[in-house]
């Protein structure tokens, strides 16, 4: 995996953080600390998306950050983990996968 798509997960993980935050922030502290994950999301979001398809990126770091919130929901605040939600978020993450894997890095035209 190269730096740009290392960039794509970075800034999903930061957007679980700022979801958890829009729903849990009840403190001046917790809502600048949402603040500032949204921002550093969606810079490195742009950032990785100058050098690769902005809908595969886009659609990568929506399926991860889903995903990624709903594992934090579970483990983080105890909501409950079905067959059927693990079997769907099995399911995205192939589709995240799959789209990283025959996304070519240079196929975004103009990309350096």
Aim: aromatic share 10%; glycine share 10%.
């Amino acid at each position: 995996m190269n730096s740009n798509w290392m960039q794509v997960v970075l800034a999903a993980f930061f957007e679980v953080g700022w979801v958890i935050g829009l729903k849990h922030a009840d403190s001046f502290p917790a809502w600048i600390g949402t603040i500032i994950a949204i921002l550093i999301s969606f810079y490195i979001l742009i950032k990785s998306s100058e050098k690769l398809p902005v809908g595969t990126v886009y659609a990568v770091f929506v399926g991860l950050g889903t995903a990624g919130t709903v594992l934090a929901d579970t483990l983080l605040f105890s909501e409950a983990m079905s067959f059927g939600k693990a079997s769907l978020m099995g399911l995205l993450l192939a589709g995240v996968i799959g789209l990283k894997l025959v996304t070519n890095e240079t196929e975004k035209k103009g990309a350096e």
